[in-house]
């Protein structure tokens, strides 16, 4: 079977065996990067352009180096400052970028669908950087990356994801990837940050930290989403840190082998105890990171792959 997709807009369209292709090629631009030679030329000639409607550090500059290790032109876009603040509409700016003619477009944006939209109206291939409270593909997958890495597969294990569920488009990835990869998820926080309909979802929810944590094979714990929230969510930081923040005594109720995750950016002494997320006996934060940026460039390159297999076919415009 080969990865057929154009776009990669979210985990839910994506099979198991698209999963398996897309980390398996990961793991060979894990050792492309590690290497005293981290540079390759599948993308050479290509232009890839990034596009964050939002903020992002951690996201855009693993996204800027994976596309420059395969030998892409890479141009950031200043969306903050660009013709979107002076009125012009998405559809303007993907008449735009055709005219640019890109190959690759990165896109993050603070609501959920226009990243959907983009990729009906360019000529290229589009990957999602994460739309509003919808979906964060790539960091969903280099979470699943980092998890087979760790425990050895990414079947049938017991994932613990806790905290912010309700705005987390991370959350939202995550419950996809895990569930097509036959895993028991559950959903730990305060009722006030679980999304209605969540158990219809495939999980178990808990407002529990003992309880949900019991025998799980993986923690993953989540930022609080204050910029999206509206309202009194929590009594306070230091009440939430005390019921819902992982620390040793309540990772105690997890496997004892169990790792530590965190999509990032942290809190530390809200979601999560700095002495424990610094654990390299027990966090992998840092490796998913490093996942990261092998996860965009295995992406990047199938989508590539597709892109141009379809103009050397002659098809003409890619929407």
């Known amino acids: ?26 793991e060979t631009y894990v050792d492309l990067s590690r290497g005293a030679t981290k ?22 500059s693993s996204f800027e180096i994976a596309g420059k290790r395969l030998g892409a032109d890479v141009m950031n876009m200043a969306m903050q400052a660009s013709s979107i603040k002076k009125g012009e509409t998405l559809i303007d700016t993907a008449l735009t970028l ?49 998890i087979r890495r760790a425990k050895g597969r990414l079947q049938r294990l017991t994932v613990a994801i806790c905290g912010d569920i309700a705005h987390s488009r991370v959350a939202r990835s995550n419950i996809l990837l895990l569930g097509k990869m036959e895993n028991r998820v559950r959903l730990i926080g305060p009722p006030t940050l679980i999304p209605s309909g969540a158990a219809e979802m495939g999980v178990e929810v808990y407002d529990d930290m003992k309880e ?45 082998d169990a790792i530590v995750m965190h999509p990032g950016p942290m809190n530390r002494g809200v979601e999560i105890d700095g ?42 415009t890619y929407v």
């Not at 776009?7 to 994506?14: A, R, T, V, Y």
Request: net charge negative.
């Open 1 to 26: 079977m080969e990865f057929r997709a154009r776009h990669l807009l979210g985990i839910e369209h994506l099979s198991p065996w698209d999963v398996r292709i897309i980390l398996d090629l990961a």
């Open 98 to 146: 055709n005219a640019m003619h890109p190959d690759l477009l990165v896109v993050r944006h603070p609501h959920s669908g226009a990243v959907d939209l983009l990729a009906q109206k360019v000529n290229c291939a589009v990957l999602n950087a994460g739309d509003g409270r919808h979906e964060h593909p790539t960091q969903a997958l280099l979470d699943g990356l980092t």
């Open 212 to 256: 949900g944590l019991d025998g799980a094979d993986v923690v993953m714990m989540l930022r609080l989403q204050k910029e999206r929230m509206d309202g009194g969510f929590i009594p306070s930081e230091r009440e939430y840190y005390h019921r819902f923040g992982l620390d040793a005594e309540k990772l105690a109720y997890a496997k004892d």
């Open 39 to 60: 540079h390759a030329d599948v993308l050479a000639g290509l232009t890839q352009i990034n596009m964050f409607f939002e903020a992002s550090t951690r996201t855009q």
């Open 275 to 316: 002495t424990l997320a610094d654990d390299i006996n027990r966090s992998v934060i840092q490796d998913q990171v490093e996942m990261g940026v092998a996860v965009r460039m295995a992406c990047m390159d199938l989508l590539a792959r597709n892109l141009r297999a379809a103009r050397a076919a002659g098809e003409g």
